[in-house]
């Protein structure tokens, strides 16, 4: 768990079917409300993937934004969530060299998203429209949790990226994907490609103190 990363540029060498098969295994051993299990997964490889590449970047061009859930860094509000996220940008950039002025390279940057990072394979998780939809969201969040412990335990990497989600119906008529189905994220996975700058940082996290909230459960935060 502490050792995984969210890789941004990967080798292109596909993964062997026996390593796709247990990854996709090792998800679904994922917990969900009621045991529904309501992933439904799409993974794209090869001219597939390839294809579907070009398609997102034609959406992209034409501002053909189609999200099924919301996405904005306002909604993050002031403070905490908003300098987290303005934490990884800042050092996602720095590590490949961008300024923060340069917003060309920057955007250039953030259709890497579109070509899957240079990875060989891409999965799309795709959920069905329960109710206000967050329970569906938080079991493809486990789901997803165990896809890359899985990718990493295997000596591999994945990034889970928001951003695929951004064209859902680009990718729903591609896939042929039922309207039903909603489109949460895609997971880009294959082999890291170690030499790159963009993949020699890891970003922290918060301290404990931070995020946890104990009761009558006393020396847990205690200094070692």
């Given at each position: 768990?502490r ?11 596909p993964?062997p ?36 590449s070009?398609?997102?970047?034609k ?12 996405f904005?860094?306002a909604?993050f ?22 300024s ?5 390279s ?13 990875a060989?394979?891409?999965?799309f ?8 939809g ?13 896809f ?13 990226q ?13 896939l ?13 996975f294959?082999?890291?490609d170690l030499?790159?700058?963009v ?19 006393p020396?847990?935060l205690?200094?070692?």
């Amino acid at each position: 768990m502490r050792s995984r990363f969210s890789v941004r540029k990967f080798l292109p060498t596909p993964l062997p079917p026996s390593d796709i098969r247990g990854i996709l295994e090792d998800a679904q051993a994922a917990p969900s409300n009621c045991n529904t299990q309501p992933w439904t997964v799409h993974v794209v490889s090869g001219a597939a993937r390839d294809a579907l590449s070009k398609e997102l970047l034609k959406a992209d061009e034409e501002k053909r934004f189609s999200p099924d859930f919301s996405f904005s860094y306002a909604d993050f509000g002031e403070g905490t969530y908003l300098d987290r996220a303005h934490e990884h940008a800042a050092t996602v950039y720095q590590s490949v060299g961008i300024s923060r002025s340069d917003q060309a390279s920057r955007y250039a940057h953030a259709r890497e998203n579109l070509e899957f990072f240079g990875a060989p394979h891409a999965a799309f998780l795709f959920m069905p429209a329960f109710g206000d939809g967050v329970r569906a969201a938080g079991d493809i969040g486990m789901y997803a949790q165990n896809f890359l412990l899985s990718l990493t335990a295997r000596g591999l990497g994945g990034i889970p990226q928001t951003m695929l989600g951004q064209y859902a119906d680009t990718v729903r008529e591609f896939l042929d994907v039922p309207k039903g189905l909603k489109l949460l994220f895609g997971i880009s996975f294959g082999a890291a490609d170690l030499a790159a700058p963009v993949n020699g940082f890891h970003m922290g996290r918060a301290p404990l103190e931070q995020s946890v909230v104990l009761h009558d459960t006393p020396g847990v935060l205690d200094e070692r």
